[in-house]
């Protein structure tokens, strides 16, 4: 199982994601800065592992503060909290991450320093833990919905290096039913501009064996219109409390295909990706990415010099379009606001 990220006492080991296919390299981020950087600049990328990243970065910051009291290290966390919360603004998991902390910190604070160090360490570490587990739970659940053969269209990368490790969300998904014995096949997009289809999917399935195809993002609607595909599963960065989704750029596009030609398109994410604070993906903030991600493929100009360009890192897939939406704790279907709102109620958060 790849280990796409970890606590060590050297700092928070990650695998660069920008380096893959072509080089497996680990990097050791020894500050909280390090931290930040990567997932701003992509080194580590997909909600839940953004949320675990960020989580390990702020316990990094704690530890390594030179705060001798408890105000100033209070004065350093919180700091740290609003830099690492602008680092990539539309995976909620970061947000959630960040509270789970600052909870953490009120909970120790009476103890001292040594112990809110000690246990902002520990609360980082469970929801590491944590986030192993309910991907298991997603490939479970999820694998049972797919087709006992056929092909599986997945976009974006939504597998173990979007998470901590292990089974992933989507490929999570993919993983489960292949485990049950089902004869399954994958289509991968590329997914433009930014590859992670071709560099990270490909790479993972390939890696395990699974049976892959690579694809071009608009190749889709053609092997959907001549039935080569039975099922779509992506992962989220954000689900709206009516169940409206944002994921990677272009997801919104299969969506509609996949409407069109009656194929179901499945959601699969961690309950913490859903955020039931807002009413429709239409508040969902959309990062835009730096221009030069789609003027250029790695170091190779491909677009004239000096031509606007734009990335939206993220679409909104309406809650319409989507067949279930698959998490951990069971499996959400239209209609979303009552179903979300019952897998709220079906297990209490874990607390700090």
């Given amino acids: 199982m790849i280990k796409t990220i970890e606590w060590t006492d050297a700092g928070v080991v990650l695998i660069d994601q920008l380096q893959l296919p072509a080089h497996e390299v680990y990097q050791t981020c020894k500050t909280w800065e390090e931290v930040a950087d990567a997932?701003?600049?992509?080194?580590?990328?997909?909600?839940?592992?953004?949320?675990?990243?960020?989580?390990?970065g702020v316990a990094l910051g704690v530890k390594n503060s030179k705060a001798a009291g408890l105000p100033a290290l209070e004065q350093d966390f919180n700091h740290i909290c609003d830099a690492m919360s602008r680092t990539r603004p539309t995976a909620v998991n970061l947000f959630w991450a960040i509270e789970r902390m600052r909870r953490a910190f009120a909970s120790a604070a009476s103890s001292g320093v040594d112990t809110v160090r000690k246990r902002l360490v520990e609360e980082a570490q469970q929801i590491y833990s944590e986030d192993l587990a309910q991907c298991a739970a997603?490939?479970?659940?999820?694998?049972?919905?797919?087709?006992?053969?056929?092909?599986?269209?997945?976009?974006?990368?939504?597998?173990?290096?979007?998470?901590?490790?292990?089974?992933?969300?989507?490929?999570?998904?993919?993983?489960?039913?292949?485990?049950?014995?089902?004869?399954?096949?994958?289509?991968?997009?590329?997914?433009?501009?930014?590859?992670?289809?071709?560099?990270?999917?490909?790479?993972?399935?390939?890696r395990d064996g699974i049976p892959t195809t690579l694809i071009t993002d608009n190749m889709v609607g053609h092997f959907l219109k001549r039935g080569d595909i039975q099922s779509v599963v992506v992962g989220a960065d954000r689900i709206a409390s009516n169940g409206d989704t944002?994921?990677?750029?272009?997801?919104?596009?299969?969506?509609?295909?996949?409407?069109?030609h009656g194929v179901p398109f499945y959601v699969a994410a961690p309950f913490s990706s859903?955020?039931?604070?807002?009413?429709?993906?239409?508040?969902?903030?959309?990062?835009?990415?730096?221009?030069?991600?789609?003027?250029?493929?790695?170091?190779?100009?491909?677009?004239?010099?000096?031509?606007?360009?734009?990335?939206?890192?993220f679409d909104v897939t309406p809650a319409r379009l989507i067949t279930a939406i698959i998490t951990e704790r069971g499996v959400a279907r239209p209609p979303y606001p009552q179903s979300l709102k019952a897998l709220a109620e079906s297990a209490v958060p874990t607390s700090p």
């Fill in 39 to 56: 997932i701003r600049r992509m080194v580590i990328r997909g909600a839940p592992a953004i949320g675990v990243a960020a989580a390990m």
């Fill in 138 to 206: 997603i490939a479970r659940h999820g694998g049972a919905m797919l087709p006992a053969q056929g092909r599986v269209l997945t976009h974006c990368n939504a597998g173990a290096l979007a998470v901590a490790g292990g089974y992933g969300t989507a490929l999570g998904v993919i993983r489960g039913a292949l485990e049950a014995g089902k004869k399954l096949e994958v289509f991968a997009t590329e997914t433009r501009p930014y590859l992670q289809g071709a560099r990270l999917t490909a790479w993972e399935l390939q």
């Fill in 246 to 260: 944002a994921n990677k750029i272009g997801t919104y596009t299969i969506a509609v295909l996949a409407h069109e």
């Fill in 274 to 313: 859903i955020d039931l604070s807002i009413p429709s993906g239409d508040t969902i903030p959309i990062e835009e990415r730096p221009v030069e991600e789609v003027t250029r493929i790695g170091s190779v100009q491909i677009a004239p010099e000096g031509l606007p360009a734009r990335h939206p890192a």
